[in-house]
């Protein structure tokens, strides 16, 4: 079974940094372009990262460049997005999805409050 797990999300307060993972299981994740996501309460899912699938290409979207970066181990099939100067407007369930095989993760909080 195909599988994204989130994990890292937590409650910080602005101009924090968080760290979160996504471990991938039961399919080829090295084959893969992955993305991640995120969804505010009231909002519409929205496009944070996307990488292809070596690690080369990495777009991000406007509201988070330059603070956020999203890499990957292919050895260890695990997918990451370094938030950094994070702000109010941060706060979202945060998830991975592998476009491609429309496979979803179940997605991870983070919290940005003083």
């Known amino acids: 079974q195909a599988l994204l797990v989130e994990s890292g999300g937590g409650l910080v307060q602005p101009g924090d940094s968080l760290r979160l993972s996504c471990a991938a299981s039961?399919?080829?994740?090295?084959?893969?372009?992955i993305r991640w996501y995120r969804q505010a309460p009231g909002k519409e899912r929205e496009l944070v990262a996307h990488?292809?699938?070596?690690?080369?290409?990495?777009d991000y979207g406007d509201s988070v460049k330059g603070r956020f970066t999203m890499s990957r181990d292919n050895r260890k099939s695990t997918l990451y997005l370094q938030m950094n100067n994070l702000k109010p407007e941060d706060t979202a369930v945060y998830y991975c999805n592998a476009p491609l095989i429309n496979l979803w993760g179940q997605g991870t909080q983070v919290t940005v409050s003083s």
């Open positions: 990488i292809d699938s070596v690690g080369v290409r990495r």
């Open positions: 039961g399919f080829n994740f090295a084959a893969y372009a």
